[in-house]
Protein backbone atom coordinates (compact mmCIF):
# COMPACT_ATOMS: atom_id res chain seq x y z
CA UNK A 1 0.00 0.00 0.00
CA UNK A 2 1.65 3.77 -0.97
CA UNK A 3 1.85 5.96 1.36
CA UNK A 4 0.67 9.63 -0.37
CA UNK A 5 2.65 12.48 0.37
CA UNK A 6 1.92 16.06 -0.11
CA UNK A 7 -0.43 18.51 -0.04
CA UNK A 8 -3.34 16.75 -0.53
CA UNK A 9 -5.95 17.99 2.51
CA UNK A 10 -6.15 21.55 3.21
CA UNK A 11 -5.50 23.03 6.82
CA UNK A 12 -8.67 23.40 8.92
CA UNK A 13 -9.29 26.61 10.43
CA UNK A 14 -11.67 27.60 13.23
CA UNK A 15 -14.20 30.34 12.59
CA UNK A 16 -13.83 33.45 14.26
CA UNK A 17 -16.52 34.40 16.56
CA UNK A 18 -17.53 37.54 15.46
CA UNK A 19 -18.39 36.14 11.93
CA UNK A 20 -20.58 33.42 13.78
CA UNK A 21 -22.20 36.77 15.19
CA UNK A 22 -22.23 38.39 12.06
CA UNK A 23 -23.47 35.19 10.30
CA UNK A 24 -26.23 35.47 12.59
CA UNK A 25 -27.06 38.57 12.17
CA UNK A 26 -27.52 38.20 8.23
CA UNK A 27 -29.52 35.05 8.87
CA UNK A 28 -31.89 36.99 10.45
CA UNK A 29 -32.09 39.69 8.00
CA UNK A 30 -32.56 37.20 5.30
CA UNK A 31 -35.44 34.82 6.87
CA UNK A 32 -37.08 37.91 7.78
CA UNK A 33 -36.43 38.72 11.15
CA UNK A 34 -34.94 41.40 11.09
CA UNK A 35 -36.10 44.06 8.89
CA UNK A 36 -34.74 47.23 7.66
CA UNK A 37 -35.18 50.03 10.88
CA UNK A 38 -35.06 47.44 13.39
CA UNK A 39 -33.45 47.56 16.47
CA UNK A 40 -30.76 45.42 17.35
CA UNK A 41 -30.25 44.70 20.65
CA UNK A 42 -27.28 46.71 22.56
CA UNK A 43 -23.88 45.45 22.91
CA UNK A 44 -24.05 44.05 26.75
CA UNK A 45 -27.64 41.68 25.69
CA UNK A 46 -25.49 40.55 22.83
CA UNK A 47 -23.04 39.57 25.23
CA UNK A 48 -24.85 37.64 27.82
CA UNK A 49 -26.94 36.08 25.14
CA UNK A 50 -24.14 34.83 22.52
CA UNK A 51 -21.97 34.56 25.69
CA UNK A 52 -18.74 35.72 23.90
CA UNK A 53 -17.05 38.68 24.51
CA UNK A 54 -17.61 42.38 23.82
CA UNK A 55 -14.48 42.52 21.88
CA UNK A 56 -16.33 39.97 19.22
CA UNK A 57 -19.73 41.78 19.15
CA UNK A 58 -18.14 45.37 18.55
CA UNK A 59 -15.90 43.16 15.57
CA UNK A 60 -19.13 41.51 14.30
CA UNK A 61 -21.10 44.86 14.55
CA UNK A 62 -18.13 46.78 13.11
CA UNK A 63 -17.85 44.60 9.65
CA UNK A 64 -21.60 44.54 9.68
CA UNK A 65 -21.46 48.43 9.88
CA UNK A 66 -19.16 49.14 6.84
CA UNK A 67 -20.92 46.42 4.62
CA UNK A 68 -23.93 48.84 5.19
CA UNK A 69 -26.22 46.54 6.37
CA UNK A 70 -26.86 48.00 9.93
CA UNK A 71 -25.85 51.25 11.09
CA UNK A 72 -24.20 51.59 14.98
CA UNK A 73 -25.10 55.46 16.58
CA UNK A 74 -22.92 55.22 19.74
CA UNK A 75 -25.65 55.62 22.03
CA UNK A 76 -28.69 55.02 20.18
CA UNK A 77 -27.64 51.65 19.07
CA UNK A 78 -27.49 49.21 16.00
CA UNK A 79 -30.07 49.65 13.17
CA UNK A 80 -30.80 47.14 10.47
CA UNK A 81 -30.40 49.32 7.02
CA UNK A 82 -30.54 49.85 3.52
CA UNK A 83 -27.25 49.44 1.96
CA UNK A 84 -25.58 52.24 0.01
CA UNK A 85 -26.49 51.44 -2.95
CA UNK A 86 -29.99 52.27 -3.06
CA UNK A 87 -31.55 49.35 -3.00
CA UNK A 88 -32.47 47.54 0.35
CA UNK A 89 -30.55 44.64 1.92
CA UNK A 90 -32.37 42.56 -0.60
CA UNK A 91 -30.78 43.58 -3.48
CA UNK A 92 -29.66 40.59 -5.91
CA UNK A 93 -26.32 41.20 -5.57
CA UNK A 94 -26.09 41.88 -1.36
CA UNK A 95 -28.15 38.90 -1.68
CA UNK A 96 -25.28 36.91 -3.75
CA UNK A 97 -22.47 38.23 -2.08
CA UNK A 98 -23.26 37.08 1.26
CA UNK A 99 -24.69 33.41 0.61
CA UNK A 100 -21.02 33.01 -1.09
CA UNK A 101 -18.31 35.29 1.10
CA UNK A 102 -18.62 35.74 4.76
CA UNK A 103 -18.94 39.34 5.97
CA UNK A 104 -15.19 39.78 6.92
CA UNK A 105 -14.01 38.63 3.43
CA UNK A 106 -16.47 41.10 1.88
CA UNK A 107 -14.92 43.65 4.47
CA UNK A 108 -11.02 43.07 3.31
CA UNK A 109 -11.95 43.48 -0.47
CA UNK A 110 -13.54 46.91 0.21
CA UNK A 111 -11.20 47.76 2.34
CA UNK A 112 -8.29 46.58 -0.20
CA UNK A 113 -10.41 48.44 -3.49
CA UNK A 114 -12.18 51.44 -2.10
CA UNK A 115 -9.18 53.77 -2.15
CA UNK A 116 -8.23 53.24 -5.42
CA UNK A 117 -11.67 53.46 -6.51
CA UNK A 118 -12.44 56.67 -4.46
CA UNK A 119 -8.80 58.28 -6.34
CA UNK A 120 -10.11 57.40 -9.39
CA UNK A 121 -13.20 59.01 -9.07
CA UNK A 122 -11.71 61.97 -8.06
CA UNK A 123 -9.59 62.31 -10.54
CA UNK A 124 -12.21 62.03 -13.16
CA UNK A 125 -14.66 63.87 -11.33
CA UNK A 126 -16.29 67.14 -13.61
CA UNK A 127 -16.59 70.27 -12.18
CA UNK A 128 -20.09 70.12 -11.39
CA UNK A 129 -19.45 66.88 -9.42
CA UNK A 130 -16.81 68.62 -7.72
CA UNK A 131 -19.26 71.32 -6.68
CA UNK A 132 -22.05 69.15 -5.52
CA UNK A 133 -19.31 67.26 -3.15
CA UNK A 134 -18.27 70.68 -2.01
CA UNK A 135 -21.88 71.58 -1.11
CA UNK A 136 -22.50 68.49 0.96
CA UNK A 137 -19.45 69.11 2.57
CA UNK A 138 -20.10 72.60 3.72
CA UNK A 139 -24.24 71.73 4.83
CA UNK A 140 -24.67 72.29 8.40
CA UNK A 141 -24.81 69.33 10.49
CA UNK A 142 -27.75 68.46 12.84
CA UNK A 143 -27.25 69.26 16.30
CA UNK A 144 -26.70 65.53 17.91
CA UNK A 145 -28.78 64.41 21.20
Given amino acids: MAHIEGNLFARLRTQK ?4 IAQQVLKLRRDGTLKVGDKLPPERALVERLGDSRASVREALSALEMLRLIECRGGLGSRVR ?3 SGGTID ?3 PKTLLQNHDPFSIFEARLEREPSLAALAAERATEEERGRLKAQGEKPKAPGP
Fill in 17 to 20: NCMQ
Fill in 82 to 84: ADG
Fill in 91 to 93: GEL
